[in-house]
């Protein structure tokens, strides 16, 4: 009999895994995290600390732009589906890094800190532009490596990358006002506090979803048991009337 390869989804980790193995190294979410891990977002953290320090506290303001820098990238502009993600994404789990912020607190971030998230994006895709990257996820970029000494390689004029910079700048704010559209429609959709992807409240809880599994898959299994025998039945009643007419014609 041919084995299986191992499958252990119930087995504990016997030493705590790294980050940094759940996905290839080359990954996007990780490029995010190091390019983040260079910028300075004191503007956020004044705009933060400012604020009446009662009540619950906030997530650090790295981990938000993050998810937002990173799901924008990948064309998820949802804060519900972000939210969802932080859970059940890979890749949003490695920058979420443990967090899993509510939908209404993502969007709420996005709106308090509207200017200082475009100039955080603008300056991670100038970065990204310097470094002769093409893409950063689904966002075109130029593609042009701009050269340290102007004097000795062929660089972007300077006119050319202004306007260059004004056309991410266009585009980071197209994604930006995208994701608030989205957030807008899901909230007539869903409602303040409904999400798109829920359970009923007695499928929450695995003693009470395995019970209704198995609930179900006996109601299939009954159901499957009396159209076989309803089934056989109709067979034996076409049998017997064949057989009748059969005799009836003998006769």
Wanted: glycine share 4%.
């Amino acid at each position: 009999m041919k084995s299986y390869k191992s499958w252990s989804p119930e087995q504990s980790f016997l030493l705590p895994p790294s980050p940094r193995e759940w996905l290839p190294e080359d990954h996007l979410a990780y490029f995010i995290l190091d390019i983040l891990s260079q910028l300075d977002l004191s503007h956020i953290e004044r705009s933060i600390q400012s604020k009446d320090h009662r009540g619950e506290r906030p997530y650090a303001p790295r981990v938000m732009v993050a998810l937002l820098l990173y799901a924008y990238s990948v064309g998820e502009f949802s804060s519900r589906k972000i939210a969802h993600s932080t859970y059940e994404n890979v890749a949003f789990r490695v920058i979420a890094g443990g967090c899993h912020p509510h939908f209404t607190r993502i969007g709420a971030f996005r709106s308090a800190h509207l200017d200082a998230l475009k100039e955080l994006f603008l300056q991670v895709l100038q970065i990204c532009k310097r470094a002769g990257m093409v893409k950063l996820g689904h966002v075109a970029l130029d593609g042009t490596k701009i050269q340290g000494n102007a004097s000795k390689h062929k660089a972007m004029s300077y006119e050319r990358m202004e306007k260059e910079e004004e056309r991410l700048a266009c585009e980071i704010s197209d994604l930006l006002e995208l994701a608030a559209q989205v957030d807008e429609a899901e909230d007539v959709q869903f409602g303040n506090e409904q999400e798109p992807i829920n359970f009923p409240d007695e499928l929450k809880r695995r003693e009470d979803r395995l019970l209704k599994i198995q609930e179900a898959k006996a109601a299939l299994e009954r159901e499957a048991k009396q159209a076989r025998a309803q089934t056989l039945r109709e067979q034996t009643e076409r049998h017997l009337e064949t057989a009748r007419n059969t005799q009836d014609a003998a006769e």
